[in-house]
């Protein structure tokens, strides 16, 4: 695998909160693979701030132009059908951020992030958080919030989830949860929340995962 094409044109403005806190976490030089990676942005900071060996996949063609547009290597491709074609330990960091919920099987994607990186970091919209609750109970339908923001009947988003239930589902599946960031509705960590204050005030949820090695 090659880095980023240096003569290419840095992309401008800041990264989203939650992205900065991945980009955070991901040591330099690293070999990192983004699911589901949009236009690009994530990836094209980790090339320039942190010279990282990036790689992206992305199921939206103008997702794709973007990225390869500012000279990125990313591929169309659907985490669900072709996550199963990487090789075990191919990147120190598999990344899927914002895009579980959207995945016609939750559970066999995760399965695969922690055999293809040798840590996976997951964010998702967490279904449990207060305003969603709130909303469910005063009014009896389907909340539309920043980090859900389409009607229920169009949405790419099929398995919402809350936090209790993605620590549940990396129980079952004997991953190992390293790092938890509780993040509220400005997309910044929350420190010092967890349990069911997690799951009642986290709008967001963020985890570095792991699998064990024989």
């Not at 695998?1 to 800041?14: F, K, L």
């Not at 909303?135 to 920043?146: C, E, F, I, N, S």
């Not at 420190?191 to 005030?201: D, E, T, W, Y």
Request: glycine share 10%.
């Amino acid at each position: 695998m090659t880095p980023r094409d240096s003569g290419a044109p840095r992309r401008a403005g800041p990264l989203r909160p939650d992205l900065e806190i991945i980009a955070s976490l991901v040591p330099p030089k690293s070999r990192v693979l983004d699911v589901g990676c949009g236009d690009g942005a994530l990836l094209d900071h980790l090339a320039h701030a942190k010279e990282v060996v990036g790689r992206g996949m992305e199921l939206s063609q103008k997702g794709v132009n973007a990225s390869v547009s500012q000279g990125l290597s990313v591929i169309q491709g659907d985490a669900d059908t072709d996550l199963k074609d990487y090789p075990d330990d191919a990147f120190d960091y598999a990344i899927l951020s914002q895009t579980l919920q959207a995945t016609h099987d939750p559970r066999h994607v995760l399965e695969h992030l922690v055999r293809i990186g040798c840590r996976a970091i997951v964010s998702f919209p967490n279904f449990g958080y207060w305003r969603v609750r709130l909303h469910l109970l005063a009014h009896g339908r389907m909340p539309v919030t920043d980090c859900l923001p389409g009607a229920w009947y169009d949405t790419p988003n099929i398995h919402l989830c809350t936090i209790r239930d993605f620590v549940e589902l990396c129980r079952a599946q004997g991953i190992t949860i390293e790092r938890t960031y509780v993040l509220g509705a400005d997309g910044r960590a929350r420190p010092g929340l967890s349990g069911r204050l997690a799951n009642l005030l986290g709008q967001q949820a963020m985890f570095v995962l792991c699998r064990e090695r024989l």
